[in-house]
């Protein structure tokens, strides 16, 4: 089965400092990877998105991510954190032209 | 313009209700995704219409139906509500993959 796992469930970090959530991914052929963000009682926003080209990916907010096909990982990075960047982080690949699966997704806290 | 609009954004229901959930996509949006996000999990895939047609469900029980109107809007029925029914049920629309989707705010329903 297609899918992505996130190691962390929880990434703490103080405000400044350089944020990385983790994702790897198992698919078959090219990926097709997503993060979102969801703060809390809201949907899902969507930050990014890897389908094809650069490896280094940058979307909204001040993230980018990093597509490493020999590691089959997709880190979330943004290199100064704020307070505002606490939230939950998903991971997602897109099996099928239809599905979205996602991990069970990180809580990000950013201390001031 | 508005994105994916949901409603109603709460509800409370009791054992062996039926619920119908309601999604408005982004103009020009011709796919409806709904997915269904329990505490603490990442969300889940329940279905996708395009249009008014459905291209893919989930595993979940035939008490979980849905269809799409010819404006592209969207309704979720859920029959015969379990207890475990309880979550944040999100709707999303699409233009097509390379746009990813985009995600409404959610209906949080609470079964007693």
């Known amino acids: 089965a297609q899918s992505v796992a996130q190691p962390e469930d929880q990434v703490n970090v103080a405000e400044g400092n350089p944020l990385t959530v983790k994702c790897t991914y198992s698919?078959?052929?090219?990926?097709?990877l997503f993060w979102y963000v969801q703060y809390p009682n809201r949907g899902l926003q969507f930050l990014l998105k890897?389908?094809?080209?650069?490896?280094l990916v940058k979307g909204s907010y001040g993230f980018e991510a990093e597509f490493n096909k020999s590691q089959t990982s997709f880190h979330l990075k943004k290199p100064s954190a704020l307070v505002s960047d606490s939230a939950l982080y998903f991971c997602?690949?897109?099996?099928?032209?239809?599905?979205?699966?996602f991990g069970a997704g990180t809580t990000v806290t950013v201390r001031a | 313009d508005a994105g994916v609009t949901q409603s109603p954004t709460h509800l409370i229901k009791t054992r062996g209700q039926h619920v119908t959930l309601r999604c408005s996509p982004i103009?020009?949006?011709?796919?409806v995704s709904w997915y269904q996000q329990v505490l603490g999990q990442g969300p889940q895939f329940i279905f996708q219409?395009?249009?008014?047609?459905?291209?893919g469900r989930g595993n979940f029980p035939d008490r979980f139906s849905a269809r799409q109107f010819p404006n592209y809007s969207s309704e979720l029925n859920v029959n015969a509500l379990l207890l475990g029914d309880s979550a944040l049920y999100l709707c999303?629309?699409?233009?097509?993959?390379?746009?990813?989707?985009?995600f409404g705010s959610g209906t949080r329903l609470t079964v007693v």
């Open positions: 999303a629309s699409s233009l097509n993959m390379d746009y990813g989707y985009t």
């Open positions: 698919v078959s052929g090219n990926p097709y």
């Open positions: 890897y389908i094809t080209g650069d490896n």
């Open positions: 997602a690949t897109l099996p099928n032209d239809y599905k979205l699966s």
């Open positions: 103009s020009g949006h011709k796919s």
């Open positions: 219409y395009y249009e008014k047609e459905e291209r």
